[in-house]
C-alpha cells in the first residue's frame, strides 16, 4: 500500500482539523517535498499540531518521517513522467501567469503609484511568505529616492505603524489575507485607516479586503498551488511591474 493509499484508507478515521491536513497533501502531494510542517499548516489552515496528529495517526512518529516517506512515493511517481513534460508544462503555466499581469485593474495601479510617490511617508508591511515583496518595494523606491518605511514582522510594524498620518500611504502584502494576525497586533490601524490603504494578495475572498481602501488581487494563487515554487514570485513581479510605472512616472 502506498502513502498515500494510506491516507484515503484513514480518512473516516482523521478529526476536523486532521482531515484539512489529508485533504490539502492529496490535492498537493508534492508540497510535503519542500515545506515545513508549519508552512504546510498554513497552507492546509490548521495548526502545527494538527498536522503532527495527522502523521501519527498514520503510524509515522511524526512529520520528519512522514515526509521522507512522502518523498520516496513521489521520487518514484516521478520515473513514470519525462522531465520535459514537467518542465514544459510549469513555464506554460508560469508564462501565463505573466499574462494575467496584464488584466491587473489599470486605475487602481496607476492610483498606487501615485500614492507611492506622493510628499508623504510610505509604510510597506510584508510578513512571512509575504516578507520580499514587501521589502523588494522599500528598497526599489530607496533606488527611485522616494521616502518609506518597511516592517517585515508584525511587533515591529505596530510599533512602526504609530507614527502613521492619515495622509500617510500604507501597502500590505498578504498572500492569504487573513485578518487574524493583523486585528490582533494591529488593532489601532485597522481603526484608523489611512485613505491611501493598499492590500496586495493573491486570496479573490481576502478577509483584510474589508479593512482597506483599495485591494488588488494578483493572479496565481492556483499555479501556486500546483507548483513547489514559493508564492512570493507572483508578488515579486508585481513588485517590478509598479516599480517601472513609478520610474516612468518620475
Given amino acids: 500500500m502506498t502513502i498515500i493509499e494510506s491516507i484515503q484508507q484513514h480518512t473516516t478515521e482523521f478529526s476536523k482539523s486532521e482531515l484539512k491536513v489529508s485533504q490539502y497533501i492529496l490535492k498537493y502531494p508534492e508540497h510535503v517535498e519542500t515545506f515545513t ?40 511517481a516521478r520515473h513514470h ?33 501615485t500614492a507611492l510617490m506622493t510628499p508623504t ?12 515583496p514587501a521589502k523588494e518595494l522599500f528598497l526599489g523606491l530607496e533606488d527611485l529616492g522616494i521616502l518609506s518605511l518597511h516592517a517585515d514582522d508584525y511587533i515591529n510594524a505596530a510599533h512602526l505603524t504609530n507614527t502613521m498620518a492619515p495622509d500617510s ?20 490601524v485597522a481603526n484608523n485607516m489611512p485613505k491611501n490603504s493598499f492590500l496586495i494578495t493573491m486570496n479573490p475572498k481576502a478577509e483584510l479586503a474589508a479593512a482597506f481602501e483599495q485591494t488588488l488581487v494578483l493572479p496565481g494563487s492556483a499555479f501556486s ?10 508578488p515579486m513581479l508585481f513588485v517590478e511591474l509598479l516599480l517601472n510605472i513609478i520610474h516612468e512616472k518620475q
Wanted: proline residues 0%; glycine residues 6%; contains cysteine.
Fill in 37 to 76: 510542517i508549519t508552512k504546510l499548516a498554513d497552507r492546509a489552515g490548521t495548526s502545527t499540531s494538527a498536522v503532527l496528529r495527522f502523521c501519527q495517526s498514520l503510524g509515522f512518529q511524526g512529520y520528519k518521517d512522514f515526509r521522507f516517506e512522502m518523498i520516496n512515493y513521489l521520487r518514484g
Fill in 81 to 113: 513522467t519525462s522531465t520535459s513534460d514537467l518542465s514544459d508544462g510549469f513555464l506554460n503555466d508560469y508564462a501565463q501567469l505573466i499574462t494575467q499581469l496584464h488584466q491587473l485593474d489599470a486605475k487602481l495601479l496607476k492610483k498606487l503609484a
Fill in 121 to 132: 511617508m510610505n509604510y510597506l508591511l510584508g510578513v512571512h511568505f509575504s516578507a520580499l
Fill in 169 to 188: 500611504t500604507l501597502v500590505l502584502f498578504s498572500i492569504s489575507g487573513s485578518k487574524n494576525n493583523f486585528n490582533h497586533f494591529l488593532a489601532s
Fill in 225 to 234: 498551488n500546483r507548483s513547489v515554487v514559493d508564492a512570493q514570485a507572483v
